[in-house]
C-alpha cells in the first residue's frame, strides 16, 4: 500500500491546518491509521491513532484536545486536525498503517507497517 500524506505548511502560533493521507494499492477499511511526527534531532513520535472503522481514536497527551484524527474509508483517506498549534509542534509528520485491526490501538513506530513520506508542518511563534 503507497500512503501520501499532505497539507503541511506554514502557520502561526494559535493556527489550524489539516492533514491528508491518501491510500491507494489497499483498501483503507483494512488497516489501523496512525500520525507520527518528528522534530529535528529528536526521534519520531506518536500523535494519533483511529481505528479500522473510526470508532475508537486515541491521542498522545501533547495533542489531545487540540488535534482530532479522522478516517473517511470510501475516500481511503485519513485527516489529522489541528488546531491551537504551538511551535513544539513544529515537525514532519507522517502517517502510517497498521495491519492490526485489534484494540487497543497501537503507539510504537515498530507497530506500523506502511509509512507515507512524510508532510512538513513548521508552526512560527
Known amino acids: 500500500v503507497q500512503l501520501q500524506a499532505s497539507g503541511g505548511g506554514l502557520v502561526q502560533a494559535g493556527g489550524s491546518l489539516r492533514l491528508s493521507c491518501a491510500a491507494s494499492g489497499r483498501a483503507l477499511n483494512t488497516l489501523s491509521m496512525g500520525w507520527f511526527r518528528q522534530a529535528p534531532g529528536k526521534d519520531r513520535e506518536f500523535v494519533a491513532a483511529v481505528s479500522w472503522i473510526g470508532f475508537t481514536k486515541s491521542y498522545s497527551d501533547s495533542v489531545k484536545g487540540r488535534f482530532t484524527i479522522s478516517r473517511d474509508n470510501a475516500r481511503n483517506t485519513v485527516y489529522l486536525e489541528m488546531n491551537t498549534l504551538d511551535p513544539e509542534d513544529t515537525a514532519v509528520y507522517f502517517c502510517?498503517?497498521?495491519?492490526?485491526?485489534?484494540?487497543?490501538?497501537?503507539?510504537?513506530?515498530?507497530?506500523?507497517?506502511?509509512w507515507g513520506q512524510g508532510t512538513l508542518v513548521t508552526v512560527s511563534s
Open positions: 502510517a498503517g497498521d495491519r492490526t485491526l485489534s484494540l487497543p490501538l497501537r503507539r510504537g513506530v515498530l507497530d506500523y507497517d506502511y
